[in-house]
């Protein structure tokens, strides 16, 4: 049982990776963009953004990993 969450687990890693380098590799002034109207965000807002996506992530695994 263990090894398969490993291998499910580095699976989700490379996945992340993937979508992670995407958006640099097709657009890199896009990206760029994203990241300077980013660096505006206070840090209250950027926690907010970061417990919606622990919580999307959270509902995609209790959904459809089951």
Do not use: N
């Not at 398969?4 to 699976?11: D, M, N, Q, S, Y």
């Not at 965000?41 to 970061?50: E, K």
Request: proline share 3%; net charge positive.
């Amino acid at each position: 049982m263990g090894g398969r969450f490993w291998e499910l687990a580095l699976g989700a890693c490379a996945l992340v990776l993937i979508f992670e380098g995407l958006l640099p590799f097709v657009s890199p002034a896009v990206w760029r963009a994203v990241f300077q109207r980013a660096m505006q965000f206070s840090d209250g807002q950027i926690r907010f953004l970061g417990l919606l996506s622990l919580l999307a992530g959270l509902v995609l695994l209790v959904f459809f990993a089951s």
